[in-house]
């Protein structure tokens, strides 16, 4: 069975403080995704990667950075959490059409 | 700018009867929809997909209908049963580009 698996499932930080939000998939796939999910606001792109060492920013990507060293592992960083940044985080990766998504973190910052 | 839009944050249904999500969208070069299931503090699951050449795919309760001219995607389930609660997003692409998705909707089906 396919999976996309996201290291934590619910996290809390402090304001400023550096977060890594880790996404590991089993699929071999080329395109990965990281979305936030918020209330009324749906799910918002931040950022994607269609390689290794390749990324592309999304529609949010202020106070956020990614990392792609291998093609399986995507990573999130909040180079400096803030409260505005409290959500669920998901991570996605896609090959053709068609997203798998992991379980979702959810971030609270303190 | 919001390409996909859901304009109903919610919706409830009596067990049994039909539910109708719609979802509306403005970029025509979109050729491929989705729609996906979320249960409160899990990841989106997929649902039912339909591409641009069709106007309809169903899988077993679950029907999806787009009307191109109209840039309209509708999703009915059919009967609706309580474990169909949950948020339910429409999403598009362009072939090869990302998706883009709508607001959702919240389904509660009541028994």
């Known amino acids: 069975d396919v999976k996309v698996t996201q290291s934590s499932r619910y996290l809390v930080k402090r304001t400023g403080e550096k977060v890594f939000l880790e996404c590991v998939q089993d699929?071999?796939?080329?395109?990965m995704f990281w979305y936030r999910q918020d209330p009324g606001l749906g799910l918002r792109l931040i950022y994607f990667s269609y390689d290794v060492k390749m990324k592309e920013k999304g529609d949010i990507p202020e106070g956020y950075s990614v990392s792609r060293e291998k093609k399986e592992r995507f990573s999130l960083i909040l180079e400096s959490a803030s409260t505005n940044q409290t959500s669920m985080y998901l991570c996605?990766?896609?090959?053709?059409?068609?997203?798998?998504f992991g379980s979702g973190t959810r971030l609270t910052v303190v | 700018d919001q390409q996909v839009k859901q304009n109903s944050p919610s919706l409830s249904v009596q067990e049994g009867r039909i539910s109708i999500l719609n979802c509306d969208y403005t970029n025509s070069m979109f050729d491929y929809f989705l729609w996906y299931k979320k249960y409160p503090a899990e990841g989106p699951t997929f649902l039912i997909s339909i591409s641009s050449i069709k106007d309809k795919n169903e899988d077993g309760r679950f029907t999806v209908f787009l009307n191109k001219s109209a840039k309209h995607l509708s999703l009915h389930i059919v009967p609706s049963q309580p474990g169909d609660s949950a948020v339910y997003f429409c999403?598009?692409?362009?072939?090869?580009?990302?998706?883009?998705f709508g607001t959702g909707t919240s389904l509660t089906v009541i028994p």
């Open positions: 699929m071999d796939h080329e395109n």
């Open positions: 999403a598009a692409s362009a072939i090869g580009n990302q998706f883009y």
């Open positions: 996605a990766s896609m090959r053709g059409y068609g997203y798998t």
